[in-house]
Structures are given as C-alpha cells and as structure tokens.
C-alpha cells in the first residue's frame, strides 16, 4: 500500500460504501450532504502533500452491501482511482436473518474487481460492540463478518484498519448521540489509523487531544438518554424498516466526480 504514496503518480483516491463513509456523525453544513468524516479528512491529508491528489467519494448512508456493489463499484473503477476505501455490510448485519456468507462472497467480489483493475484497496472490519448493549446482539455475526474479511482480503492483497480491535474507541465519546456512528472526535482518530494504516511518513495526523475523565451519570440522567435516544434514533429506524425506506433515500455522493479540496483543507490541529 505504501507504494501508492511514495512512487510517481499523484494519488486519486475514491472512497465507496455507507454511512461511515459518507462521513455520518461529522457534521460540516458546507459540504455535500452536510457532512464531513474520517475519508474526506483522510483526502485533506493527501492534497495537503500532493498538490495533484484528487478524490471521489461515492458512499452513500444506509447502503446494503449489495447497493454498494450494484451502485458504486463500477462508478468507482470507472473514475481510475490507484487506491479505494471499500467498507460495507454493517447495514446488512444490523437486520435479522443475515445471511454472512453471502455478503462476504459480495465482499470478494468487489474486492477482484478492484484488484483486477490494478487498484490498491483497503477495507475495515467491524467494530467490536461488546460494551454497547443496544448493538451487543449483532457481535457475533459481526465477529464471523471479520474473520471471513480477514481471510479473503489477505488472499486479494487488501489492506485491513481493524476496527475490532481497537479498544480506545469503545470511549462512548467518540460517537454520535445515535451511539452508531462516530462524532468528529470519532472521525479524527480514524482518519488517523488510516493514514497509519498507509505507512507514509510524509503523511501524517495528529489524534485529537486524550478524552478527559468522564463524569458519571445519575440513574435518572441515564434513563433521560435511554429515552431520547429511543424517541430520537430507534423509533425513526423502526419506521424506516416498516415502510421499506432507508436514510440515503434521496441523496447523492457527495463527491462523484474526482476533485480537490482548494482552500479547505483544515489539519487535525485546528479541530
């Protein structure tokens, strides 16, 4: 993967898959669908070290896999990228009956037409939802989800950020008040294990400042947030469910075409 960011050619990133793509969490009303997130933070990164680094960014929030594939795949192989983001099925999992083999032989799929386009690629596991009790019920598909990941990334040469294990974002403050997706803070560190991930030394970005201690919480202030959230983010998604409509219904990329950042690249410092 390294060798995308320190041969000849300038970098033409495209990014594919759902709501953590898109940057859902990560609020910036100036941008394309008023959000920011980890991958545009990832691409403000490289334009600040390549003045020809272009990107795309085609995900699109409550995507299943299967859209992913069927919408974005080839949109992404047709813009000529030398490297993608390509992360998705956590739509997928969160519904009953989910069928893992199925979406990982999707996965694999993807991944060789990406590869076989001569496209650098990496991917992300899912999270580890041990201490969060309104997602602990999916941890075991979730943990099958990886380790099918694991195997047939490795075999396509697909680099992983494994989310599973990294045990500092279990810290509720990196989330969004949805408890889903993760805030600004969220999407600042995990812009930063990208950039890890790609092993550049001329790339880089400072994490945000460590958490301080958290306070705790009255029993009443902890039955106040179960019932906001509750009224705010589960009964909408129940809804959704019911009806047969998603919360990207309506929306476009943000970035279909590859672009730059001119003038708005912020560093992680300035957070």
């Known amino acids: 993967m390294s060798s995308i960011l320190s041969n000849d050619h300038s970098i033409r990133y495209v990014a594919i898959g759902d709501s953590f793509t898109e940057g859902v969490g990560d609020p910036d009303p100036e941008r394309p669908n008023g959000v920011r997130g980890w991958a545009d933070r990832?691409?403000?990164?490289?334009?600040?070290?390549?003045?020809?680094?272009?990107?795309?960014?085609?995900?699109?929030?409550?995507?299943?896999?299967?859209?992913?594939?069927?919408?974005q795949l080839q949109a992404?192989?047709?813009?000529?990228?030398?490297?993608?983001?390509?992360?998705?099925?956590?739509?997928?999992?969160l519904r009953p009956n989910t069928d893992i083999d199925q979406l990982m032989s999707q996965m694999e799929e993807g991944f060789k037409a990406l590869r076989a386009a001569d496209i650098e690629v990496f991917t992300f596991t899912g999270m580890d939802v041990r201490d969060f009790n309104a997602f602990k019920a999916t941890r075991p598909k979730t943990a099958i989800y990886n380790e099918l990941l694991r195997e047939i990334a490795d075999e396509h040469g697909v680099k992983i950020?494994?989310?599973w294990r990294m045990?500092?974002?279990?810290?509720?403050?990196?989330?969004?008040?949805?408890r889903l997706h993760l805030n600004t803070r969220g999407h600042i560190k995990m812009a930063g294990r990208v950039l890890d991930l790609l092993s550049d030394e001329s790339i880089s970005m400072a994490g945000p400042q460590t958490l301080p201690i958290a306070l705790p919480k009255t029993r009443m202030q902890r039955?106040?947030?179960?019932a906001r959230w509750t009224r705010e983010f589960v009964v909408p998604w129940v809804g959704r469910r019911l009806r047969g409509t998603s919360s990207g219904d309506g929306l476009s990329p943000k970035y279909p075409e590859l672009t730059r950042f001119e003038g708005q690249q912020e560093k992680a410092s300035e957070q």
């Open 167 to 178: 045990r500092d974002f279990v810290d509720q403050r990196y989330f969004a008040p949805d």
């Open 223 to 226: 039955l106040r947030d179960e």
């Open 42 to 71: 990832v691409a403000e990164q490289f334009m600040l070290a390549d003045s020809e680094a272009l990107y795309a960014n085609l995900a699109i929030r409550g995507r299943l896999l299967g859209q992913i594939i069927d919408e």
């Open 161 to 163: 950020v494994d989310f």
């Open 76 to 93: 992404a192989i047709d813009l000529k990228p030398n490297l993608v983001s390509f992360y998705g099925g956590g739509n997928d999992i």
